[in-house]
């Protein structure tokens, strides 16, 4: 069976490493001539970690991960710690450690590994045709392309979703942007071996340890959308929107540099049921556009290439429409609920509802580990490897 992926993301690429593993002919066909990943780096947690092992990974991507022992909140105004515990726990718990990577690092890696000869570049899919025999995608080139199967690993702005659900997908503001990037290890700004976060008024500050000596930081800023993205302010909009918080924050902001940040309005799209039509799929942000709330969006790319390969290899006689339906409903109900909970989980965060932040915050303060901890495994423990 040969399948055609259109993305060449996250989700793309290891779709196209799990179904080479399992001795199927994999195409990735991506838009763009040089993929930059929108995104300075990503935690990658034990889940995903997991599904990257099980794709022959595992090395690879420990070399390129931060060592996140620990995690702290502190109050974002006076400094204040409000909990600091160990993740060791976390990961006894789920038997892997998580790991914080470069977005960039991690995109080399998995091109590396599904084979660069069979990614091409510059290919942006207009539409797509099925036939009895197969699925024909048609290229802006006028060129095309024909599978057994097509995986749509497009994106957020996926059009191959258009065609799975026969409407256009709205995207629902999550109220909030994002910047971030990365800065060198100072142990001024927060220890090097955890995940350490400022917050209050609806506002995060986080810095993740990732490999080469570097933080990952992000900031998180309740704001309307569509507001100017000027690169040249976004120091001066920084230290605007955190005016009067802890030194460690006013020094991240003089530290990162404007040219390698990157300044992204939070999306997500309302979970839909089925993921399938006919030879056609779903898989990564065109199936479950999640906030980064749960940190999981990725995650789940890989999780769902992982049971994508194994629904084709453990049901290759019920043909291709009914294995991709198989995939689709043991994967849809998972990604539909991380949605819903990162939605959740972001309200809370980011001050949508303000009683239940303040709540939160001071739950905080009481806070040994153990809820936080419950609350990571939660997520990771609904992945095919437990
Ligand atoms: P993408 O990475 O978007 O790849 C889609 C590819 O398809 C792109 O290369 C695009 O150019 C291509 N494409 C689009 N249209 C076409 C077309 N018509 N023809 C051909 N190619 C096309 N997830 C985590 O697990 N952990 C985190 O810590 C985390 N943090 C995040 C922080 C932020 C600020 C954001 C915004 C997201 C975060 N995520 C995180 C989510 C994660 O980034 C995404 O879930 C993941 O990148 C999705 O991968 P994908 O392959 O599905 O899509």
Redesign the pocket.
């Known amino acids: 069976m040969k399948a055609t992926i ?7 690429l290891c779709t196209g490493i799990a179904l080479k593993r399992l001795g199927y002919e994999a195409q990735v ?4 001539r040089d ?1 930059r ?3 300075a780096a ?4 034990s889940n ?1 970690i997991k599904c990257l092992n099980y794709l022959g990974l595992a090395q690879d991507v420990a070399a390129l991960g931060g060592q996140m022992d620990a995690m702290a909140y502190r109050d974002g105004l006076t400094g204040e710690t409000m909990t600091d515990f160990s993740l060791l726990p976390l990961m006894e718990r789920v038997g892997q450690r998580p790991y914080p990577v470069s977005r960039a690092e991690l995109q080399a890696m998995l091109m590396e590994k599904f084979g660069k000869e069979d990614v091409h570049l510059g ?3 207009t539409h797509l045709e099925e036939t009895d025999e197969g699925v024909i995608a048609h290229f802006e080139d006028g060129s095309t392309a024909e599978g057994d199967i097509l995986v749509g ?7 191959v979703r258009d065609y799975v659900r026969g409407v256009p997908t709205e995207r629902l503001y999550s109220g909030y942007v ?1 910047w ?1 990037g990365l800065v060198e290890i100072d142990e001024t700004l927060a220890p090097a071996d955890a995940w350490t976060t400022w917050v209050g008024e609806g506002k995060r500050v986080s810095l993740m340890p990732i490999a080469g000596n570097r933080f990952y930081f ?1 900031f998180d800023v309740p704001l309307p959308p569509g507001l100017p993205n000027d690169r040249a302010a976004y120091k001066s909009d920084l230290r605007e929107h955190f005016s009067g918080w802890a030194s460690p924050v006013q020094d991240l902001i003089a530290r990162l540099d404007p040219d390698t940040t990157n300044r ?1 309005e ?1 999306f997500d799209v309302e979970p839909f049921p089925s993921w399938v039509r006919g030879r056609v799929a779903l ?4 199936a479950h556009n ?1 906030s ?1 709330d749960l ?7 890989m999780e769902d290439a992982v049971v994508l390969g194994h629904c084709m290899a453990a049901h290759r006689d019920l043909g291709p429409q009914k294995l991709l339906q198989r995939y689709s409903d043991l994967r849809a109900p998972r990604g539909g609920e991380l949605v819903l909970r990162a939605r959740k989980r972001g309200a809370v965060t980011h001050g949508l509802d303000p009683a239940a932040m303040e709540a939160w915050y001071a739950e905080l303060r009481q806070e040994t580990g153990e809820n936080i901890i419950n609350g990571i495994a939660s997520n990771i423990e609904g992945g095919p490897f437990g």
């Open positions: 259109i993305g060449a993301g996250i989700g793309g066909y991506e838009a763009v993929i990943p929108v995104g990503i935690s990658v947690w995903g290919m942006c899919l690993a497009d994106g957020a702005r996926s059009i994002n971030n992000f992204v939070i898989l990564g942000d065109s999640t980064p940190g999981q969006g990725g995650c789940l790319a």
